[in-house]
C-alpha cells in the first residue's frame, strides 16, 4: 500500500475484461446450465440454450447453425446396436443386455419392427444352411420347433421354392459354400415381436455368391412362428460349421407411431 515493495493481494474480478475470442476468451460473460457454444464467425461464439426433453440437436435449413429438434418419431428407423466378430464363432445373437451403440436394443413395445442387416456372413464349413432361431427367455434358450417358412431362391435363371413346416428354426435359405471373400448379405425384418397376442412374422431377403465364385444367388422368404409368443431375443447361426470373422449384423428398431 506504501508502494515501496510487493506483497500478496486478492485480485479485484470485476475489473477485469472479458476476453475475446481473438485472444483465447469466449467473449461472453455469463452461462446458464446447458449452454452449448457454437462458432459463428472466425473469431465469434454464440450459446445455444438448452433444448426440450429428448430432443436431437441437429443443423439449422440454412446451414448455418445448430438447433433442437424433436426425435424421430413413427416410422423412423432408430440404430441399436451391432455386432462384429473378431474370430470365428458359432453364432450372433441378439439378446437384451447385450453391448449396444445407443442404448439396450428393445424388442419391446418402444418399436414396430425389428430390422437386422447382415454384411459378409460365411460359413467356415461348405454348403451349410443360414438359419434364424429366437428366444423368449432372454436368450437362455431357443425354441425349437413350431417354425414355419418359405424361402425361395434364384441362381442364374433357374430358382426353386422350399416350404417347411415345424421346424426348430426358420431356414433361411438353401446351401451357401464356404466363402469368405464376399459371404452373404441382406436383411432379416421381425413383426408382432412384443405383442403376445398375435404370432412373430419374420421376412427376409440376402444375396451371395456361390461354387467359386461362379454362381450368383438371391434368396427371398418368410416364416411365422405357430404360437403367440414375446420375442425377446435372436441367433442367427449354420446348420454345419462356424461364422466365419468379420461377419457384421446391425440391429433397427422402427419407432412406434
Known sequence: S???APD???VDLT???????????????????????YATGSTTLAKLAKGTGLYGLRMNAGATAPEWAAAAGGGAWEYLARQTLGSDASDITFKQDVAATDGTPDFGSDYAAIMFVLE???????????RLRMSTDGGSSFITSGYNAATQYIEGPANATTTISGTDNFRLGTETEDDTTYGLSGQVFFYNTSETAKKPYADWHFCCVNNGNTQFQHYRGGGV???????DAVQFFFHSGNVVAGATIRMYGLNAD
Open 2 to 4: 506504501g508502494a515501496t
Open 8 to 10: 500478496w493481494g486478492s
Open 15 to 37: 475489473v477485469l475484461p472479458t476476453i475475446t475470442v481473438a485472444k483465447g476468451g469466449t467473449n461472453l460473460s455469463s452461462f446458464t446450465a446447458g449452454d452449448i457454444l
Open 120 to 130: 459378409h456372413f460365411s460359413p467356415s464349413a461348405s454348403t451349410s444352411q443360414h
Open 225 to 231: 412362428y405357430d404360437t403367440n409368443a414375446n420375442v
